[in-house]
């Protein structure tokens, strides 16, 4: 393969290194290898990797600016299209989007746009380039529930076209998943996340936090009392499953949700925070997701032995691979075509181990995937003192059984049509809220269409 076809390596810490601390995986580029890398873009006339981006960034656009060291007008460039360009450099499954569209993909290394846009975000931020563009105020008010990346995308977007935006957030803090969801070491939350959350405010959006839409107001009540004339849901999926075995309501069994959140949002991982978290020393994170790789990196962080318990063969593992190659190099141990079905307790009601079955691949199921059925006579426990089940997760249904004319389906999902108007006239919804878990760059993308389709509505 000729130098071209190649990617201009990133630094990252030592697996063993990083297997031990909180801090950042990936150290980035520095100038010069952005620059290199942005010089490997052939600037194609059709270009691949836009129609790969839920987005649409003009991604040729922006690195022909990096190309030449111009980071400023490729940081306006992304701005264009993303307020949250540091996070979606990080954790955005480009395999699969941008990058797994470029041509140079098909007989080399795609270009690496996640670490680019990575690269021109962080210098933006470090050399403060002030994005904020906004038209005239439009005297109207709106509403937007949640500030995930779907409301933080629509919120921003309406306030760039002139509107009066207040986004409600249940939590203490702002970002959804992206502050208590993914760990620090992929996504650094004050550095990064917060920053971002600045620029959109710098916009003029307000954030109230501490406010359960739902409990605290309804979303009735902000539209006849507060006189919001448009209301965006992106309450996201945060409700989680469990296998419904016996023993799961053991102490020492959490859902990767409430673990992570403790950790990432309560600051559980250092010393000066009493936020309480026990990861034990043998702990069992059972699924396959990314959500298990974080849950399970994390553990390891903290002391624990950690192990992925799957049913499903290595093959089949729905993380990305990225994921996974970094959670074996720093030393999780996947135990897969492994199904726990009991949980076992010490006298005092105590996680002290697992019940499970070894497995088999069988015939495709309804997914395509090779259904996993129980090898006979393999019951085993596994000695562990912790459960994280990571098996999904839902939408709450508060706001949908406290909203008179807000339709869910099945999945407990809202329902909304491709613009993201509900069945509720006014109240628009996208996000993990609509399509069940998802990525952070598909609620983005369900955040800008709503923005677009309330400034459509509120200017008819
Ligand atoms: C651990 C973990 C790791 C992940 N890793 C990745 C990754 O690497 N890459 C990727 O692309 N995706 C990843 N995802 C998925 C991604 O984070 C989500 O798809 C995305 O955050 C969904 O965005 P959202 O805005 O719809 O919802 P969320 O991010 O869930 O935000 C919803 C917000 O609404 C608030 N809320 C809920 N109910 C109410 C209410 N009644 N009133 C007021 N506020 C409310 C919540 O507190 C929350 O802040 C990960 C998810 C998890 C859990």
């Known amino acids: 393969m000729n130098d071209r076809m190649k990617r201009t390596p990133v630094t990252e810490q030592a697996p063993e290194v990083r297997a031990k601390n909180f801090k950042e995986v990936c150290l980035g580029y520095n100038e010069d290898d952005a620059m290199k890398e942005a010089n490997r873009c052939l600037n194609c006339k059709n270009p691949k990797c836009v129609e790969g981006c839920p987005v649409s960034i003009n991604i040729p656009g922006f690195i022909s600016k990096?190309?030449?060291?111009?980071?400023?007008?490729?940081?306006?460039?992304?701005?264009?299209y993303s307020a949250l360009p540091a996070v979606c450099g990080r954790v955005c499954p480009q395999e699969s989007q941008?990058?797994?569209?470029?041509?140079?993909?098909?007989?080399?290394?795609?270009?690496?746009?996640?670490?680019?846009?990575?690269?021109?975000?962080?210098?933006?931020?470090?050399?403060?380039?002030?994005?904020?563009?906004?038209?005239?105020?439009?005297g109207k008010k709106v509403a937007v529930i949640g500030s995930g990346p779907a409301g933080l995308t629509c919120a921003g977007?309406?306030?760039?076209?002139?509107?009066?935006?207040?986004?409600?957030?249940?939590?203490?803090?702002?970002?959804?998943?992206?502050?208590?969801?993914?760990?620090?070491?992929?996504?650094?939350?004050?550095?990064?996340?917060?920053?971002?959350?600045?620029?959109?405010?710098?916009?003029?959006?307000?954030?109230?936090?501490?406010?359960?839409?739902?409990?605290?107001?309804?979303?009735?009540?902000?539209?006849e009392d507060e006189k919001f004339e448009a209301v965006f849901v992106g309450s996201g999926a945060g409700l989680p499953k469990f296998m419904g075995i016996p023993g799961e309501n053991a102490n020492g069994v959490f859902s990767a949700n409430e673990f992570l959140t403790r950790v990432n949002l309560m600051k559980a991982f250092k010393e000066e925070y009493d936020t309480p978290v026990k990861a034990g020393k043998k702990v069992a994170i059972v699924g396959g997701g990314?959500?298990?790789?974080?849950?399970?990196?994390?553990?390891?962080?903290?002391?624990?032995?950690?192990?992925?318990?799957?049913?499903?063969?290595?093959?089949?593992?729905?993380?990305?691979?990225?994921?996974?190659?970094?959670?074996?190099?720093?030393?999780?141990?996947?135990?897969?075509?492994?199904?726990?079905?009991?949980?076992l307790t010490d006298e005092n009601g105590w996680v002290k181990g697992m019940k499970c079955v070894k497995m088999e691949l069988g015939e495709p199921d309804a997914s395509g995937r090779?259904?996993?059925?129980?090898?006979?006579?393999?019951?085993?426990?596994?000695?562990?003192?912790?459960?994280?089940?990571?098996?999904?997760?839902?939408?709450?249904?508060?706001?949908?059984?406290?909203?008179?004319?807000?339709?869910?389906?099945?999945?407990?999902?809202?329902?909304?049509?491709?613009?993201?108007?509900?069945?509720k006239e006014g109240v628009y919804a996208g996000g993990d809220a609509v399509t069940g878990a998802a990525t952070v760059i598909l609620a983005m993308g369900a955040g800008k269409k709503a923005a677009a389709a309330i400034d459509e509505y509120l200017s008819r």
């Open 370 to 423: 090779r259904k996993p059925v129980v090898k006979e006579n393999s019951e085993f426990v596994l000695e562990v003192d912790t459960v994280i089940m990571s098996l999904g997760t839902s939408p709450n249904p508060l706001i949908s059984s406290t909203t008179k004319g807000l339709e869910i389906n099945g999945r407990a999902c809202l329902v909304a049509n491709e613009d993201g108007l509900t069945t």
């Open 66 to 80: 990096a190309k030449i060291g111009n980071f400023e007008g490729a940081a306006r460039e992304i701005a264009k």
């Open 157 to 223: 977007d309406l306030a760039k076209k002139g509107y009066d935006v207040t986004i409600f957030e249940a939590l203490h803090e702002a970002g959804g998943v992206l502050v208590y969801g993914i760990p620090e070491f992929r996504l650094p939350k004050d550095e990064v996340v917060k920053a971002e959350i600045e620029n959109i405010k710098k916009l003029g959006v307000t954030i109230e936090t501490n406010v359960i839409v739902g409990r605290t107001i309804t979303i009735d009540q902000l539209i």
């Open 98 to 138: 941008c990058e797994g569209n470029c041509v140079l993909g098909i007989k080399g290394e795609a270009v690496a746009i996640g670490k680019l846009e990575m690269f021109t975000a962080d210098w933006s931020r470090k050399n403060k380039v002030d994005l904020s563009q906004t038209e005239p105020s439009k």
């Open 290 to 343: 990314n959500v298990a790789m974080d849950a399970a990196r994390t553990a390891l962080r903290l002391g624990a032995e950690a192990h992925i318990v799957y049913r499903r063969s290595e093959s089949e593992l729905p993380a990305r691979a990225e994921e996974v190659h970094h959670a074996k190099e720093e030393g999780v141990i996947f135990d897969v075509l492994t199904n726990p079905t009991e949980i």
